[in-house]
């Protein structure tokens, strides 16, 4: 029998009283910690295919697979919102997180445009524009890290994306970040958020570029390399090379040990749920960070994993 997708399947009070607990329990969390971004649910029941954030004063919802149509799934959709704006009377976006979608970056028109504080920090977030916002908040707690160990380093972060590791770096009173993205658009951006917290601009270079050739040519020796590859990536933009994390994560890191210096460290993380580091036989020293990571509203759900490498 094929599946039935004349009606969403879901048990209302079940997933009110799941959203309405964890917001007010994480509500008084992030208050405490001046968090203005956290996860509140995340597919925790079946029969809601949705994960949830608070972004400052909107609540952002993610759709994700469903064997629903349209129709009903637009019917589950309404009925989320009228439920969040119980909770709280506030903005409820819509976005679809797609298994097809997750590999390219989603257009829209509309401008939703706010500055959050992270850790004492500013960041500009796009609610509407692309499929992610700019600031992806599961890794808060490894950000961290980098701003409590990068006092006095030169730092390089990889795949600086909107630059959030690149800006806590700075904060930390890091003497020099270098951040690298093929991205121009996510690199004007990176500038916006060191502005936003003010850094003196002597103080890091931001480059667009592919990271595996830039790490071929370059000779410069960090204290402290950030490298969060994405799963997949095939750019069209000139000079990119397709990787895969799986494939081209060994390329990757031997690349970074050439521009270490003699005692520096590789701080590497990735999503890919399948991503095995043993079969990448690396001869370094390899310790996994992942447990000490996770931040409160991710836990049990948190797909990152981290470890540190040094030569």
């Not at 909107?58 to 309404?78: A, G, R």
């Amino acid at each position: 029998m094929g599946m039935d997708t004349t009606q969403p399947k879901f048990k209302n009070d079940e997933v009110k009283n799941r959203i309405s607990k964890r917001y007010k329990h994480l509500s008084k969390w992030a208050k405490g910690q001046k968090i203005d971004y956290f996860r509140v649910f995340d597919r925790d029941l079946p029969g809601a295919p949705v994960i949830i954030d608070v972004v400052k004063d909107n609540w952002l919802v993610w759709v994700c697979d469903s064997p629903w149509d349209h129709h009903n799934e637009s019917i589950f959709v309404e009925w989320l919102k009228v439920l969040l704006n119980n909770i709280v009377n506030q903005p409820v976006i819509v976005k679809k997180r797609k298994k097809d979608a997750l590999i390219k970056q989603v257009f829209h028109q509309k401008e939703t445009t706010i500055i959050i504080q992270e850790g004492g920090l500013n960041f500009e977030l796009n609610l509407t524009r692309y499929l992610d916002t700019g600031l992806f908040i599961d890794h808060r707690n490894t950000r961290q890290y980098v701003r409590e160990h990068a006092r006095g380093k030169r730092i390089l972060n990889l795949y600086a994306y909107t630059g959030s590791f690149s800006c806590y770096a700075l904060s930390g009173a890091a003497n020099f970040v270098t951040s690298v993205d093929l991205n121009p658009q996510y690199n004007q951006w990176h500038e916006r958020n060191c502005q936003l917290n003010h850094f003196n601009p002597k103080c890091y270079e931001i480059i667009t570029s592919d990271v595996m050739n830039f790490l071929r040519k370059k000779h410069s020796k960090y204290d402290l390399i950030i490298c969060d590859p994405p799963s997949f990536s095939h750019s069209k933009r000139k000079g990119a090379q397709r990787f895969q994390v799986q494939d081209n994560a060994k390329e990757l890191i031997d690349l970074c040990i050439k521009n270490l210096k003699k005692n520096g460290r590789i701080l590497f993380s990735n999503n890919y749920r399948k991503f095995n580091m043993i079969d990448l036989n690396l001869e370094f020293k390899i310790k996994e960070l992942t447990n000490g990571f996770c931040a409160k509203d991710f836990e049990g759900k948190w797909a990152s994993r981290c470890w540190m490498i040094s030569p």
